[in-house]
């Protein structure tokens, strides 16, 4: 029960708080950022991409954490969730800098992503860390993605994107270390499709 109690209490906090981060947001140095109306808006749509990648992935560690039996497992996923608060933080604050707003369909995503995460859980742990390995490997890429596509004078997104791009594979690295499988060309597939489906609604609404 007190596991559960702790699951609604993430998902509460991940759509209706505000973040708090732990380290400081990632700054380059000297570098102002100075946008027009186009590129911000540009900024801001995948800027709400990456923020709801970070709602998902609040989701998935905490859907994880509770389906495990294995206490030193659920401290990894607790810790990578609190990790990924940052990013969060991070991705809502420019966000907010840049005029705009979260996606819309917040709530829909966090429930996919954690129904999602539950069943990767029920699967056994080596799967469930699997799963871990293969997200954080296509959320790389797909950060990778970001910065060719963010304008090059937004130094401020630009700094906030290659951090979690960083920290993304850490958290695989050590999914792999604690024991991850690898998972299936096809569930790959599945998995690059959904965020597919994701990612270019989040883009707009």
Partial sequence: MDRLIGAA?????????????????PVLPGEETRLGEQDARRAA????????????AQALYTAQALATR??????????????ETDHL????????ELGDRPSLLNPLWYAGA????L????????VSLGFVVETERQVEAHLESHMQRLPSGDHASRAIVAQMKDDEAEHAARALQAGA???????????????KVMTTTAHYI
Wanted: charged share 25%; net charge positive.
């Fill in 114 to 117: 954690f129904a999602v995460g």
């Fill in 181 to 195: 499988a690898e998972l299936p060309a096809p569930a790959k597939a599945l998995m690059r499709a959904a965020a």
């Fill in 89 to 96: 933080a991070w991705t809502a604050e420019r966000l907010q």
């Fill in 45 to 56: 749509a995948l800027m709400r991409v990456n923020h709801v990648g970070e709602v998902c």
């Fill in 9 to 25: 209490d993430s998902a509460l906090r991940t759509l209706f708080a505000k973040p708090h981060a732990v380290r400081p947001c």
């Fill in 119 to 126: 069943v990767a859980g029920r699967l056994g742990d080596r």
């Fill in 70 to 83: 294995d206490p030193a497992l659920r401290r990894h996923y607790e810790q990578a969730a609190d990790e």
